[in-house]
């Protein structure tokens, strides 16, 4: 994972509890009633992928009970992990591209509403991604995986070699050599595996994405109303599709790439097309980057302009977060796919207690702030949801008291304590579990491995209430809060 070169260690502060007089008084545990958008309290616990559905994307018993714990502590909404509108493969990840993923969806919904009491609001955030390949052994890639064409026999003077003599020339050469004569789409695809990128449109799949994808993504909405969710995140951050096309390195030259207009355009078109297939009435938001933060990136104008084309077109909701992609991510090991949140952007994004001048809490705050003056400026009042390290009541209620968001987003701290918003409601803040933004979360993501959290992962293993792993080492689901 990488870290600022400063290294500055910032243990968090959430600073003095509210009583339960203060908590009521607050803007944080305040209705918000907003067009469609209507919470209890204006709190948020963006999606978060925990790696416990099946191979095949279907809902399990571990799923709903990840989801049953945070509704425990009774937030003001949940998101649901990214959830793939494609049906095909994709690991243990949820999947909604098929009607018959509705009825394990709908075991989600129940238990949220159950647990909660009926005062969590529950979304589900949809995703598309385009594929990616582990990073491959040089031998392989040089005999199996790199297409030898004329520029690779043209720097070698092998212009009459056959195709096998030409790799096993590109195989013993020094790697220093070897970089001389792959292109860098190519060298990149020896040192980080292969990626497909928005921009790959001699590939007709890729091409024809801004044809497929409104109708993907709607059939996908239209489920997520069917399985009773109260509204649908459109996910248009990191790493993925969506943001892929939003970002300035879009250059498709098809009228979806290149100019803001044409950036924006697909995304506004995904949008409408949802809409249609879940009505007026339904919550229908998106969760996009403040900054890409990556050179040559989307900037935060750029951003601001996007929001303002989603307010303009009637989202009900922008949840921000920002970084996480592909392009300054670490090479990954042989054998294993590269990781969006590895590299400055990844750290933008999940920023740890290890940090530089600014400290990690609240890095997206100000960025927020500034979209959101863009927006009122334009005549435009969307509720907008801000989230990045955010941890103590006194720092959520004075984003709010600042007019610099509307609703806070808590997902690293509800991991570490999913009453996080039950106990500082009820003046027992001083029980919380604050997290310690070591990213210990994080680093289980990246291996694909069942996420938990180190700070009760071990605890109370032999409770007959508790679920564990496969291997019995960690349990899945925070101990219950006994008052």
Not at 179 to 195: M, N, T, V, Y
């Amino acid at each position: 994972m990488w870290k600022p070169p400063e290294k500055i260690k910032c243990p968090p502060a959430p600073g003095a509890w509210p009583s339960v007089e203060e908590a009521s008084a607050s803007r944080l545990f305040s209705p918000l009633r907003q067009g469609n958008l209507e919470l209890d309290q204006r709190t948020w616990i963006p999606a978060m992928v925990p790696w416990r559905a099946t191979e095949g994307g279907e809902v399990t018993d571990a799923v709903v009970e990840w989801y049953e714990r945070f509704a425990i502590g009774r937030p003001g909404a949940i998101v649901v992990e990214a959830t793939g509108i494609r049906n095909v493969p994709s690991g243990p990840l949820l999947r909604i591209g098929h009607d018959r993923y509705i009825d394990g969806l709908k075991r989600i919904v129940e238990a949220v509403k159950k647990a909660s009491g009926g005062e969590t609001k529950l979304y589900i955030q949809i995703i598309d991604f385009l594929s990616i390949r582990r990073r491959p052994a040089r031998d392989k890639f040089l005999s199996r995986f790199l297409k030898v064409t004329d520029a690779h026999r043209k720097a070698l003077g092998a212009e009459d070699w056959s195709e096998q003599t030409v790799r096993e020339a590109l195989m013993v050469l020094e790697d220093e050599a070897l970089a001389k004569i792959l292109s860098p789409r190519e060298q990149e695809d020896l040192e980080r595996g292969h990626r497909e990128r928005v921009s790959d449109t001699h590939l007709p799949h890729i091409r024809e994405l801004p044809e497929v994808l409104p109708g993907l993504f709607a059939d996908a909405a239209r489920r997520a109303k069917e399985a009773g969710f109260d509204g649908v995140e459109l996910h248009y951050a990191h790493a993925y599709t969506m943001a892929s096309f939003l970002s300035r390195l879009n250059m498709r030259e098809d009228g979806y790439g290149g100019s803001p207009e044409a950036r924006v355009r697909l995304p506004l078109e995904v949008y409408d097309a949802c809409r249609k297939a879940v009505g007026e009435d339904y919550v229908l938001g998106c969760r996009m980057l403040t900054e890409d933060c990556i050179e040559g990136g989307s900037t935060l104008k750029d951003t601001a302009y996007y929001a303002q084309k989603f307010a303009e077109a009637g989202m009900d909701f922008l949840s921000f977060s920002r970084g996480g992609k592909f392009e300054d991510a670490l090479p990954p090991k042989v054998g294993e796919a590269i990781y969006p949140y590895t590299g400055p952007s990844g750290y933008e994004c999940m920023p740890q207690f290890m940090s530089d001048e600014q400290g990690p809490y609240g890095r997206n705050v100000e960025p927020v702030a500034h979209i959101r003056k863009v927006l009122q400026k334009a005549g435009l009042d969307v509720p907008m949801v801000v989230a990045g390290g955010i941890h103590g009541f006194q720092q959520a209620e004075d984003i709010l008291k600042a007019d610099m968001a509307d609703v806070v987003g808590l997902a690293r701290q509800a991991m570490a304590d999913p009453d996080w918003f039950l106990k500082v409601k009820t003046g027992a803040g001083d029980a919380v579990n604050v997290c310690k933004y070591t990213n210990y979360c994080e680093g289980l993501d990246q291996k694909h491995k069942v996420v938990t959290c180190q700070l009760w992962d071990r605890v109370q293993l032999n409770d007959p209430d508790a679920h564990l792993t496969p291997d019995g080492k960690r349990r899945l689901t925070a101990p219950l809060w006994r008052r």
